[in-house]
């Protein structure tokens, strides 16, 4: 498996994708992570389309256990954030 991209990768990938330089390419990277923390934050959802849907879940409290130890305990509740991935991008990895 290869090493992930780094942001500047991912900037200057962006930056040829779009045919403009970094500083505007890192900037529209900045404003979509912004707008998708904040939407997910407030307990809402984020499509990316051709990529998936980022969302924020509520989990009820619940009884988990100590690998340890064995004892039993109740957990709070709490909220994930969720990435569903779309088929189309699975389908391109598999196929």
Known sequence: MSK?????????T??????TDKKTASSALDAI???VTREVAAGGAVTLPGIGK???RARPERQVRNPATGETMTKAADKVV???IV???KD????
Do not use: D
């Not at 992930?4 to 200057?12: G, R």
């Not at 391109?92 to 196929?95: E, I, Q, W």
């Open 33 to 35: 992570a912004a707008v």
């Open 4 to 12: 992930p991209m780094t942001k500047s990768q991912l900037v200057t």
């Open 82 to 84: 969720k990435v569903s």
């Open 92 to 95: 391109s990895v598999n196929g």
């Open 87 to 89: 088929k189309a991008l």
């Open 14 to 19: 962006l930056a040829e994708e779009m045919g």
């Open 54 to 56: 980022v969302q924020c």
